[in-house]
């Protein structure tokens, strides 16, 4: 395996920020992702997937560790399900199309989501009414601090709302992840803006879905090779009941999703549009004119840049509705 020193880091991260890397390498195996985490133990340590959820504002003194293990195969198979593992570094679109064009259902709603497959997990990512939890049943990985190989089975994965105990202890380097999926599907009604999108097919086939929903994603999402962007860049807020009837006394027509146990999900994107910043620009930074969850680069390769303008949106729609906005990127 190659170790490289002092590299740059701007082209593995979409927001294309700046900043670089005292020791890199991109270990092809769980093997050789071991050796590496031996041969540097007292090294601080970042681990990068396709780097769609993460910028920099500063060098990273350490090891930086880019897994770059591929493969996808059928683990076992039945009338209903499949189970395939599939490995860290696989392209995640690229997998759901694999699955889509072979007919397998489960994760076609989470088409064309930049990253990669070992990411998916770290922030169980999501999209109409989906998310990875409801497809993974095992996460195979290696200790960062130790080199031994674990696997967590789904419930030991802690999930929650864009988290993970990968998200939350940053002690495990993921190497492949297990799904199932269905060999027959159904489509369910989930999310309105999708149902929308199908309008006139009465049965859509999991191509329709997924064409669905490359249409809806590419009309509201920015292309991060034209303006770098991280998708989301707040997650959704989760509030609880007092918090929620403050804000309705603020902003009645907020959405609100009940989504049990006393707590209330609103979006972020509405918060941030009625404090004023839908497609505000601050410089070389600003959100989307789109869609005001996504903060864009207009141009900056200075990670601290778009910080400001983050903390600017924070305050405001604190300041505005007594609601915190909490990134969903990750700040390194
Ligand atoms: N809205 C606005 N202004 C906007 C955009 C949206 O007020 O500029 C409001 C509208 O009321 C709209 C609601 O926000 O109905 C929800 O918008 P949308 O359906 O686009 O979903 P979102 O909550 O903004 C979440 C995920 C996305 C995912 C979509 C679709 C988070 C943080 N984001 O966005 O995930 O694609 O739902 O399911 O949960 C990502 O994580 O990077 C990501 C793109």
């Given at each position: ?21 005292r ?14 985490i ?115 089975s ?27 999926l ?8 989930k ?67 009940n989504?049990?146990e ?23 930074v ?5 869609h ?12 601290r ?28």
């Open positions: 395996m190659i170790i490289r020193y002092n590299v740059q880091l701007q082209s593995y991260n979409s927001f294309r920020t700046k900043a670089s890397a020791i890199f390498c991109e270990p092809r195996s769980a093997g050789e992702l071991s050796e590496i031996h041969t540097f133990p007292d090294e601080r340590k970042l681990i990068l997937g396709n780097g769609f959820n993460l910028f920099f504002t500063e060098d990273f003194d350490g090891l930086v560790i880019k897994p770059a293990i591929r493969g996808i195969r059928i683990l076992s198979e039945s009338d209903r399900f499949v189970e395939m593992e599939v490995g860290a570094a696989e392209d995640w679109d690229h997998f759901v199309a694999h699955c889509v064009d072979n007919g397998y259902a489960g994760i076609e709603n989470l088409s064309l989501i930049p990253g990669s497959v070992g990411a998916s997990p770290v922030q169980n990512i999501g999209a109409y009414g989906t998310e990875a939890m409801d497809v993974i049943t095992k996460v195979k990985m290696v200790e960062l601090q130790t080199g031994n190989y674990a696997a967590f789904n419930e030991e994965c802690g999930f929650g709302y864009r988290d993970s105990i990968f998200k939350r202890t940053g002690l495990y380097v993921i190497t492949s992840v297990v799904f199932r269905e060999k027959s599907f159904h489509y369910k009604e999310y309105i803006d999708l149902s929308r999108e199908l309008e006139g097919i009465p049965s859509p086939t999991l191509t329709q879905v997924r064409d669905a929903i490359i249409r809806i994603r590419t009309r509201k999402l920015p292309d991060y090779t034209l303006l770098p962007n991280a998708g989301s860049f707040f997650k959704n807020p989760v509030l609880r009941v007092e918090e929620k009837d403050q804000l309705q006394q603020k902003l009645p027509d907020a959405p609100i999703y989504v049990g006393g707590q209330f999900k609103t979006s972020a994107a509405f918060l941030i549009d009625k404090a004023g910043y839908k497609g505000k620009r601050r410089g070389m600003g959100t989307y004119e789109h005001s969850l996504i903060i864009v680069n207009y141009g900056t390769d200075n990670g840049e778009i910080l400001d303008f983050m903390r600017e949106v924070q305050h405001e729609t604190q300041q505005q509705f007594g609601v915190m906005l909490e990134p969903e990127v990750r700040i390194y």
